[in-house]
């Protein structure tokens, strides 16, 4: 704000007053990618946690590893990458991490639901077609 008044006061206006506020940042943003309903790149605040960034994003799909959320920092040049399990946050045994802008978030695939969900649908078409056929 100073050095704007200072600016616009050394050649255009006399005695300027100026204000200037943070529309948005660009750093304030949370990235939440894989099983998630609606994954994208969300605002975030100062104060976000992992588990509102996971609302926002409309949770995480019936595929998805609760065991296996991921984030990814940069902090003083370094990558830095931290597991959470999302059950144990909502039971309270893990804390809820804090949220920076610039994070990714990824919420994994389990392999096991996969599997599970692949099991049932072979199982299912395998009881349908013998529904399908009438003993002789």
Same mark, same amino acid.
């Given at each position: 704000?100073?050095?704007?008044?200072? *600016? $616009?006061?050394?050649?255009?206006? &006399?005695?300027?007053?100026?204000? =200037?506020?943070?529309?948005? !940042?660009?750093? +304030?943003?949370?990235? +939440?990618?894989?099983?998630?309903? @609606?994954?994208? %790149?969300?605002?975030?605040?100062?104060?976000?946690?992992?588990?509102?960034?996971?609302?926002?994003?409309?949770? %995480?799909? &019936?595929?998805?590893?609760?065991? @296996?959320?991921?984030?990814?920092?940069?902090?003083?040049?370094? @990558?830095?990458?931290?597991? $959470?399990?999302?059950?144990?946050?909502? !039971?309270?045994?893990?804390?809820?991490? *804090?949220?920076?802008?610039?994070?990714?978030?990824?919420?994994?695939?389990?392999?096991?639901?996969?599997?599970?969900?692949?099991? *049932?649908?072979?199982?299912?078409?395998?009881?349908?077609?013998?529904?399908? =056929?009438?003993?002789?």
């Amino acid at each position: 704000e100073r050095t704007l008044e200072n *600016r $616009y006061g050394a050649k255009y206006l &006399q005695s300027p007053e100026i204000s =200037v506020f943070v529309k948005e !940042a660009a750093g +304030m943003r949370v990235t +939440m990618d894989g099983q998630f309903n @609606k994954p994208g %790149i969300f605002p975030t605040t100062s104060n976000s946690t992992l588990l509102q960034a996971v609302a926002q994003a409309g949770g %995480i799909t &019936q595929l998805a590893d609760e065991s @296996k959320l991921f984030v990814f920092r940069t902090h003083r040049g370094r @990558k830095l990458v931290a597991n $959470y399990n999302l059950k144990n946050i909502r !039971a309270g045994t893990q804390g809820d991490p *804090r949220l920076f802008g610039g994070d990714v978030v990824v919420a994994f695939t389990s392999n096991t639901k996969v599997a599970a969900r692949n099991l *049932r649908e072979v199982l299912g078409l395998a009881t349908s077609a013998g529904r399908l =056929v009438t003993p002789f």
